[in-house]
């Protein structure tokens, strides 16, 4: 197994504050992980530190993605590289609509990839395809970035932009917070007919079993005050429903 | 009227930020007067030309007539626009404007707008980019004059700041002498969201790429229902890509 996303004993702080302290974990390729935990264990900042946000500092440790040093990347060589940050509260954009934002950003990907740009009738078919996958209305896409969307909205529209822009590994923090029963099932069939191929991998970052239902973990992993501390099968997580984190770390 | 040939100084209000040095080479600034007829609509887009330069314009509009101004003030060492508006009953005065500012340039904006009869409306939207050591200035007046009742006066101006050089002066005012009038203003100068910043970055725009496209749909709404909106946006996007 070609491991596609490799931390090792990785350090990080925010504002000053130790949040991963010696963090480690392998995401082999065609792998779906989940990574569940109490909040404040540092699970929101492992995603912002893989993704390069500003003020995420790393102090120690490495990552390595398809092969690169992943540190070593700005935030947008990250996504042309293959990764992408699916967020637990997704950022308004006042005045960007979305097919114009994902457009460029999907041609800026492929630009720095060396792939030719899409025209605007290519982008719109790719863009109508994967919002029919979320069952997004395309007209929803036409409107300004996460603009006057409900949280579940939202979170669809990440998954939107993950299958429109096609990623290697997706960090998806919390996408199962926000949505209804429904939503949550749309978005789980959603992650499985993107991302679940033999060249892919995706972590979950969730507190809960529920999205686990329909997107099923290879590895579960049960992180805490900044470490993975155990990692076992699909019944881990299920382990951790029962008796909660303090009975199983 | 002699105080339109001497130089304005500090002490002037209207000059309190312009760059008078700039100012005295092309003073004094003639005048162009445009008259909307009662009832008649019109519409102009301005867009200064030259290393140095200033323009004056006195709108004046009849009962019940229209007029939309568009001002696009960017690439100029110094540059200035003066509009003095006069609104008859029931008349609609409409500016949209955006102001992009560079190096050490001086970007000014001044307008009078006198609701002078009942009913008239007035709104104003003004966003200004500011990077370097640019200053840009807008000053905005908005008088309602003693029984103009049901006047209807809006300014909205915003300023982003690329830089901490750089430097924005606002100053919406508004002086009103009769009853029953509704005046608003908002002003807020501020920087790129950064949480916004690295969210589109995160999806593979460069960050300076990033900075244009919020900084497109930022200037964007001063030019909502212009003549040419598809022409006037891309000169402010060619003005902008000199600023990142």
Request: glycine share 4%; net charge negative.
């Given at each position: 197994m070609t491991s596609l996303l490799e931390i090792a004993d990785l350090s990080a702080e925010v504002a000053g504050k130790p949040?991963?302290?010696g963090l480690s974990l392998r995401v082999g390729a065609g792998e779906i992980h989940a990574i569940m935990g109490p909040n404040g264990a540092g699970k929101s900042t492992l995603g912002y530190v893989l993704g390069g946000?500003?003020?995420?500092?790393?102090t120690g440790g490495s990552v390595t993605f398809a092969g690169q040093?992943?540190?070593?990347?700005a935030p947008h060589e990250r996504a042309a590289a293959g990764l992408f940050l699916g967020f637990q509260y997704p950022v308004e954009i006042p005045g960007v609509s979305n097919v114009q934002f994902l457009r460029e950003a999907l041609n800026a990907q492929r630009t720095a990839r060396g792939e030719a740009p899409l025209s605007g009738g290519e982008f719109l078919k790719l863009a109508r395809e994967k919002a029919g996958l979320l069952r997004f209305d395309m007209e929803m896409l036409k409107r300004p970035v996460n603009v006057a969307f409900s949280g579940g909205e939202k979170k669809r529209a990440e998954m939107v932009q993950m299958g429109i822009l096609g990623p290697t590994l997706a960090i998806l923090d919390e996408t199962d917070s926000g949505l209804d029963i429904d939503a949550l099932r749309i978005c789980g069939e959603g992650i499985n007919a993107i991302?679940?191929?033999?060249?892919k991998a995706v972590v979950l970052i969730t507190h809960y079993q529920r999205l686990l239902d329909y997107v099923q973990p290879d590895v579960v992993h049960v992180l805490a005050d900044g470490r993975i501390v155990r990692s076992g099968g699909p019944e881990l997580a299920h382990e951790l429903e029962a008796q909660g984190y303090e009975a199983t770390a | 009227m002699s105080e339109v040939l001497a130089l304005p100084t500090r002490k002037d209000e209207d000059f309190r930020y312009s760059d008078l040095a700039a100012l005295g080479t092309v003073w004094p600034v003639a005048r162009e007067t445009i008259v909307v007829a009662a009832g008649e609509a019109g519409s102009l887009v301005v867009v200064p030309e030259g290393e140095l330069v200033a323009r004056h314009l006195v709108v004046s509009l009849e009962e019940g007539a229209r007029f939309d101004l568009f001002v696009l003030n960017a690439g100029h060492a110094f540059g200035r626009v003066a509009v003095d508006v006069l609104l008859g009953r029931g008349a609609e005065f409409r500016l949209g404007a955006a102001q992009l500012g560079n190096g050490s340039e001086t970007l000014e904006l001044v307008t009078e707008v006198t609701h002078?009869?009942?009913?008239a409306v007035s709104r104003q939207v003004v966003r200004s980019v500011l990077a370097g050591s640019a200053t840009g200035t807008y000053l905005g007046r908005v008088a309602v004059a003693r029984g103009a009742i049901g006047s209807d006066a809006e300014q909205s101006v915003r300023a982003m700041l690329l830089d901490r050089t750089a430097t924005a002066n606002a100053r919406p005012e508004l002086e009103i002498y009769a009853d029953d009038v509704k005046c608003a203003h908002g002003c807020a100068i501020g920087e790129l969201d950064a949480s916004g910043l690295f969210y589109l970055e995160s999806r593979g725009l460069s960050p300076a790429a990033a900075k244009r496209l919020m900084l497109q749909a930022f200037i964007a709404e001063a030019f909502v229902g212009a003549p040419d909106e598809d022409a006037l946006a891309a000169a402010a996007q060619a003005a902008l890509a000199g600023l990142l």
């Open positions: 949040i991963l302290k946000r500003p003020g995420y500092e790393v040093d992943l540190l070593a990347l991302m679940r191929q033999p060249d | 002078a009869e009942p009913d």
